[in-house]
Each structure stands twice: as C-alpha cells, then as structure tokens.
C-alpha cells in the first residue's frame, strides 16, 4: 500500500521564495537547496502554507469522501440553553446575542434548546432575546445536568431537525455535553470560540479561537459535517438585550423513557459559598500578581475591592504560589472576566492572563515595571510600587464613597 | 563542567535537582524562618528513593558511595542547605554502621534508613570536646549484658527527629581517645532525651539539639567493632562524610552564583543591566570558578574514597575546606552582587550567606582541617 | 483492575513567543513535559492502585515519537506499563479523530475498568478529549473530578466540581473520569521508578496494529480544519500617569470615580 503523505510540496512548482517557510505558525518549513521541505513531525496541517503559497505549490491531499451527508438539508442556528435550578444561564444569553446575528446573516431561523423540569418560563426568556423558536423537553429526568440523558436527548434534536450551527456555553456543562454530542453525531466542534462569523458564499461557521497560550489565534471550520458546533466561554460575547415584546414559537418535544436513562447517578450537588463576589459577574474586579509577594500582603487587594465593592482576582502566578485560591484565578486556565473596571496590581500581564481579561472597558495597570506588557493594555498606566498606590487610592476611595 | 557521571548518578542528580527546585526552594525561607523541621520534605526524599543511594544493595540500599551521597547532597543544598541536612547528616549517623557494624547491625538499622523510614544522627560532640575528641566525657559502662550511657552531647544534628543514633563514649577513660567506644541507640531507649532546639544564624530548619543519657541502658551488642575503637570509627566516619559537607557548600554556592547570574541580568542601572558592567562581570567569573573548581575537587575526592583507598583523611579533608571557604566567598560575594537588596531577608541572597558559614565549622574546623592536611603533608614527605 | 491514564505530550510553557520577523512560533528550547492536568491523572491512578492494593496502571499517549519521553517519566512516578500510538497517519488529527483512535487503543489494551486522564490539555484547552474517549467506548463519563470517594471494580462515587461547589455523582465502571488539580498534589518520581523506566520497552502502535477505520483517523478523519493562522491584533495601551505615588493615585482615582460610583 503506497502511503500518500497528507501534504506535499510539489517540486516543480516550487521557486523557492520562502513565502511558507514565514507562513508556517510550527516552524515545520526548511528551505532546502532552494525548494520547501515539510517535517510531517511538526506539521499539523493547517493550512497556513499552501494558503500563503503564490505558486500553488503545496497541496494538502484529503481523501475525496463522498459526502455522507447533504449539507443543504441543515438549516437554522441552535444556542444550547444552559438551565442551573430551572434558571437559564447568563451564557446561554450571551450566545444568543452571537446567535441572533449569525442566523440573520445565514438567514434563517436563531432556535433555543432548552432541557429541565417546569421551564415554560423560562422559554419566554430565551425568546426575549432573540430566539425565534424554543424546542423546549421537559422532563423531571432532566430537572439537573446529568450527561446520558442530556447527550442522547440533544443528539436525537439535532439528528431530527438538523441545525446548521450549534452553539454551546464552554462551562463545566457545557463542555460535558457537546463533547460527546459532537461525537455521537461526527460533528466538527471547536472550543472556546472568541470569534464566530458566517461565509456566507459556503455557508461555513468561521470559528476562531487563541491557540498556543493566545500568542496566535487560529480559525477553524468544518467544511464536510453538520452541523457546525462550537462553545463559547462565559463573558466573551455580550448578552442580548431582553425585548418582552419578541415573539416566538415553543416546540415541545417528548421521547421515550429510555432516552432518560442515566448510567450514572446525581446523588447530590453542593453549593459553596463563595468569599466574596462571585468574580465573573463583578463589576468591578481588583487583580493581584506576583508583585504583590505574599499571602499577607493580598489584603491590600482586598481591602481596595472592598472599598470598591468589587470582586479580587489574581494571576495565575499568585494562585500557583498559594497566595489566594484557584476560584480568583483570571486568564486562559481560569475565568474570563469583562468588568467595568479592572485594576491589575503588580501582574506583569502574560499573554494568558490578558485574554481573560482584555474586553474589559476599562484597564487600569499598577507595576513598577514600566516594560510590563499589561501596561500596553491599560487605559491607565501607574508606574510604581503597589505598596504605596493602592493603599493611597484605598484612602482615597473611603473619602469619595463615604 | 561534564564529569561523565553513570547514567545513575546522572538520574540522582537530575532527581535531586527536581527535589530540590519543586519542593524544598518554595518552602526555604518559611523553614528557614520558624526553625521548623521539614518532616514533609524528608517524607519526599523516602518516597523517592534517595535515602538509600549510599547504602549497600544487600541492605536495601542502592549500592552507591561517597559520590553519590556527594552528587545528591550537593543538589538538595541548592535547595537549602538546613533542609538537606535531614538527608546529609542521616548519612553521617549510617557511616558507622556502614563502615563498622557487624552483619546483624547493619540488617537490623540499614534498611529502614535506606527506605527513608528512619533518620539517623552521629553524636561525638560535647560541651569540652569538639575538634579534641580525646575530651569527651560520656562514658559508656558495662553491666553483665549491658553498657550504661551517661553524659551529654551538644549540637547534635538530626537530634531529636532521628530514630538510629550513633554515639562515642568513653569505655575506658584511662586510655584517653583509646578508650573511646562507639554505640547505637535507638532513640526510644529509656533514660534518651534531648535538650531544647538551638537557635542558630544559618541551616535554622536543621535539628541541633543536645543528647542526654541519663542511665540509659543498651544491650551490648549495640558497640560498633570493639571497646577502644571509637576515635578511629568517628575519624574513618568523618573521612567518609567530610566530602558530603563539601557537596553541601558547594550546592549552596551553585545557588548563589545562579541568583546572583540571574540578578545581575534583571537589575539595571545607569540605564544597562549591571552584568554588563565589568566589575560585576570578573566578581561573577570569580564565583564560578571557584564553584567548578570545588566541584571537581569533591567528586575527585570522593571517587578516590569510593575505590578503597587507605589514605584519605587529607584529601577528605582537603575538599570539605576548600568547598565551605569558597561557599563563604561565593555567598558573601553574592550578595554583593545584590547590593542593598541583597541584604534583605526577601531576597534569597543574604539566607545562603548564613547557611554557607556553618560548613566552615563543622565536621572540624577549616583551621583543625588545615591542621590535618598539614600533618599528612609533613608525614609524606619524611616517609 | 486495570487502569488507564490518557496523557499527552505539551510544550512546558504555553507562553510561547512568536518571532516578529518570521511570524513563527519559537519553539527552540521549549521543554517537553506531559500535560500538568495529565500529572494529577497520573497521581490519582497511582492512589487508586494504593487504595485497592492492586491493580496495574497503563499510560497511553497519542502523538509523534518523542512523546515516548513522557509515557518513560509516567513510568517513573510509578505507572507498570505504557503504549505510544504514533503514525503518520494520524497526523492532523483533531479531537474527533484523536478522541476515537484513543479508544481504538483502549480497546485494544483491553479489560479496563478506569480510564484516567486530565480535564484539558494546556495547549489545546478544549476538555473534549475525555468525553469524546467515553463516547466513542460508550462508557459514563464524570468530568472536572476533584475527589474520588469510593471506587471499586463495579462502581466508583466522586465529587465533580461545578461553577458554584460540586456534584456527587454515583457510576458504574468502565468509566472515564477526567481530574482537575484540587484533586491531588503529584508526586515526583522515584529513582527506582526513573530505573524501570529507563530500561521499559514501550510498544509503538500505529493505525493498522489499532484496525483504525482510515475515514477516522488523521486529517482525514477530523471534522474540523484549520484554515488561518494570525497574531491577534494587541489592544492599544492607553495614558500613563506621571508623577510621585500621592498624585498618581488622585488622578486615578478622578479618572474612574464615575465607574465606580455608576
């Protein structure tokens, strides 16, 4: 069997301008007397090369499947509605502003899904903000997450009205779920989406997501499987605005009880209350990083969020160094956060860090490093010790609130 | 500097250097500060498999010597030199057995140190007799099949944490250091106790305490080779285990040299960093040569040791003083590098300069070293 | 009871740099390690080993064959055996395709009653690979585990965390769990455990020993393609304030007093 590499620089082709050698983002181009040479270890296929070549002198070879499936039969754009105690989530809200301007500019239909126990209610909401139709299963099987029922329920939905677009919340559910949706039905899913857009010429969910820590950003799509399924984290897209006046159709939909069934069981879910505001929904979010040296220290953080009535983030290296907990954790391995306001005291500002926190309106920076790379991000740069600005802001703040 | 290490002692180093750079450098200086003993970091080293590198394979040990004890102590003081001294001195306190004990002992005591399951400790030091070994006032009597153990020892490392003590005491005063015998004890013997914790300037985590035995009876197969053995069982002990003092400064020394490298690359003045300033540079260059120098003489030395040969007390004693003097020259100049910061408690500096100063002291003085060399020096050249 | 540990092969940093004048990412010099979620993956099998007092820990990466170096520092914390997957041909696999040849694999290794793995990869981030492992062996899944409280050879109970505490969630086995590190503090590997790993012969598996279905596997088989690499454009950076700390921290404090009073 002759084994045919997925990619291949066609030599006659090739001038050797070194247009792919810049182009590739893994460093997996040469340039080798004169023609580009591939290591297949590094290549990941991307793409980035034969789309920088002028001369199209590399192909990547895809095996010509015939199409398993007819793409045009997939139509309208579905947001997943995350539902906690019968109570729809912020994200789902959030994906349906997205949502709504994605089917508009597919032209279709914007559809919410919504799996629990009593939640008629909650259906009118989604429609408020912008759902045009609700398929709406209500079961008390279903009154919490539990991933079975929900995988095999959400499957059967998608297999029966076939979307074209799925969109889901990248929380602890929601990347639950999908997962394995995406698999059952050998869907294309990418994750952590900060930017969807539509080709409108292929009718293709442009999905572009940081990769490598964010230092690049890299756009997916999938060209050949429906329907085109993605997750978008919490605080990244702004939430729709409600319209009471919307109109809108509820679908109910019933399935047999073996649909329900759960392999594993939900004994129990405990809530734990936490220290202070809860940090995604802040306001307002007082940050510490590594300047901010010790454990003791973090209490002049807290006490400018107090002041403040804000909520206390930290950088990963403050969380790493046990100065505060993981749950304060802003940035790519801990909550993305969009406050009014965020303060970042003695945080250098690593790539990771800033896209938690970048699409907050405003940035103010406290670092005595005038090279930190936050400052490049600040609406307001302080160069200067922690120790001596915030508590004086501290001060000055109890004058202003009091 | 490649020293064509075995692909195991490369894993030892490489393995105590993760120890050293993951567990004991975050805990350091909150160690350092409360004199705590690092009971979390020893439990570490057990689960690692360290512990034994030095003890024979029959024994559960890894069948390594004084190189590979060097090798690992060197990498764990780069960590902090208090914390490794769990390790290190555990390795002083087995030397006896290992060199003198009689089958039974050493199946009886090497296994449980070679699992890390037990520290142990070597008590020779006393209030009147420290470098003068032949002043040593604890006296070790015999009763039918016991030796009754009464005196004090002072500075004991490990003391109080270990369970395995080896100990000099005197058989026979009459005969002076002839007259000295070396016991193990085991720390739950009735009539063992130990004095308060030492407040010391550096390796504050490390256990310094007193050894007190009060009528404290041990079976008399507890002596280690026989009454009157005792100086030499503690002198072969220290020419075994003065290459593992050295390893310890010369691991403290690394760390200097490497803060101080990093330092002078983050701290900027004038506009430039102040590696790049001359005077800095030949400070730096001075550092580490003295550091691979002593490096070189120590693993020398200690393979020297390690092959069996009879004349080692000079070169023992040769590596232990060279290595701690220029562990207290690197730390010192270390923090010169650091300038003022350098003599804050924040920065990790000024820590390494205190620990650096006990390794000219213990284990014999530089000074009894020199003594020592001297001596050997003046025989050789009359034989 | 056997269990498996899924672990993949990451760059040490996810800070990774790109270099301005080729728009290439910089990978000189970036170590390779196993992906830390992976490490508590690692060290909850080892725990469930001690906790029974049998069992036999496999660790199975997919990836080209250097990530052999990973699966020998698994055995040296104390996992008994590993199997690399690396072909070509699994090349361009996303975690579709990755998620499905992994559990061709497992499969393969046979008569596993826990499949262990981390919550996430650091450089890829999406957590899908573990639900798409159970999926594809239609197996339960518990994801974002922080606690196992009982396991045995039927059934296992856990704490899952969520967003406001955590689930306790009753499964049967085979089951995948995926950790999260408020499980566990690693371990660091032994000398005898760096030994073993040193001489452990670690079978390579590639697409045919594994019958990969061909459409499945490797570029081909992945639903999802790449089409554009880019810098992400840098948000401007605004005003810095000048002057001693006192009069900094007014005129900061003027400047957002309308945010904060709302």
Known sequence: MAEIDAIKVLNEKCVGCSLCVKACPFGAITMEENKAVIDLMKCTLCGACAEACKFDAIVIQKKEEAPEIDLSAYRDVWVFGEQKKGKVQSVSFELLGKGRELADKLGVDLCAVLLGHNMSEECKGLIARGADKVYLVDSPKLKAYQDDPYTSVLTELISKYKPEVVLCGASTIGRSLISRVAVKLRAGLTADCTGLDIDLEERLLLQTRPAFGGNIMATIISPNTRPQMATVRHKVMKEAEADPARKGQIIKEEFPDETYTSRSKLIDMIEEIEETVNLTEADIIVSGGRGVGSKENFDIIRELALTLNGAVGASRSAVDADWISYSHQVGQTGKTVCPNLYIACGISGQIQHLIGMKSSDVIVAINKDPEAPILSVATYGIVDDLFKVVPLLTDHFKKILA | MDYLLTEEQQMIKDLCRQIAEEKIKPVAAEYDESGEFAWDIMKVFAESDICGIYIPEEYGGMGGGVLELAIATEELSWGCGGISLGFAATGLGTFPIILYGNEEQKAKYLPDIASGKKLAAFALTEAEAGSDAGGIKTTAKKEGDHYVLNGTKQWITNAGEAEIYTVVAMTDRARGARGASTFIVEKDTPGVSFGKKENKMGIRSSATREVIFDNCRIPKENILGREGLGFIVAMKTFDHSRPGVAAQAVGIAQRALDEAVKYSHERKQFGHSISSFQGVQFMLADMAMQVEASRALIYSAAKMIDSGAKNIAKVSAMCKTFASDTAMKVTTDAVQVFGGYGYMKEYPVEKLMRDAKITQIYEGTNQIQRGAIASSLIKESLA | ?262
């Open chain 3, 1 to 262: 009871m056997k269990i498996i540990v899924l672990i993949k092969q990451v760059p040490a940093t996810t800070d990774v740099k790109i270099d301005p004048e080729t728009n290439t990412l910089k990978r000189e010099g970036v170590e390779a390690v196993i992906n830390p979620f992976d490490m508590y993956a690692i060290e909850e099998a080892l725990r469930i080993r001690e906790r029974l007092g049998e069992g036999e820990i496999v660790a199975l990466s997919m990836g080209p064959p250097q990530a052999e170096q990973a699966l020998r520092e698994a055995i040296s914390m104390g996992c008994d055996r590993a199997v690399l997957l690396s072909d070509r041909k699994f090349a361009g696999s996303d975690t579709w395709a990755t998620s499905y040849t992994l559990a061709r694999a497992i499969r393969k290794i046979g008569d596993c009653r826990v499949i262990l793995c981390g919550k996430q990869a650091s450089d890829g981030d999406t957590a899908q690979v573990g639900p798409g492992v159970s999926t594809h062996l239609d197996i339960p899944q518990v994801t974002y585990v922080k606690k196992i409280e009982k396991i045995d050879a039927a059934s296992a109970t856990v704490e899952r965390m969520t967003e406001e505490g955590y689930d306790i969630i009753e499964t049967p086995v085979p089951v995948v769990l995926t950790v999260v590190k408020e499980i566990n503090e690693p371990r660091l590997p032994s000398l005898k455990g760096k030994m073993r790993a040193r001489k452990a012969g670690i079978p390579v598996w590639t697409a045919e020993d594994l019958g990969c279905d061909e459409g499945k596997i490797g570029l081909d088989g992945s639903p999802t393609r790449v089409v554009k690499v880019f810098t992400p454009p840098p948000r401007e950076g605004g005003r810095v304030l000048e002057g001693e700390p006192e009069e900094t921290s007014k005129e900061l404090a003027g400047l957002i007093k309308d945010i904060i009073i709302g």
